[in-house]
């Protein structure tokens, strides 16, 4: 109770790659985190990729989070709409907006 929100991300994260897992999944996890907390759990996903070798599977309606990722897939209607390889912020947002347009719904990003 005495912990910020960006704290008890940054907790839960902690948590969850104590174990060293192979695979992590993160539903949405800066969503309620201002900037810097959300950059902060953002490098410690980025770090288990990177020192840990984990894989992890993030899903997301920010932009700047999914730029985060080697891989972001976009979901439209529950279905597969595309990918990027290391999009931008700017790059993911456009493609979002564009499924959006299309097919009338909020599009999301699995990165």
Not at 29 to 49: K, N
Request: charged residues 20%.
């Amino acid at each position: 109770a005495e912990l910020s929100g960006g704290q008890q991300q940054r907790v839960a994260v902690a948590r969850a790659l104590v174990t060293a897992p192979d695979v992590v999944f993160a539903d949405e996890p800066t969503g309620a985190l201002d900037t810097g907390a959300a950059t902060g759990v953002l490098g410690l996903l980025r770090d288990a990729v990177d020192t840990l070798g984990a894989t992890v599977v993030m899903v997301t309606h920010d932009p700047a989070a999914a730029a985060w990722a080697d891989r972001v897939l976009f979901l439209a209607d529950g279905a597969l709409a595309g990918h990027l390889e290391r999009g931008s912020a700017e790059r993911i947002a456009h493609r979002m907006t564009d499924l959006t347009a299309r097919t009338g719904r909020t599009a999301g990003a699995a990165a």
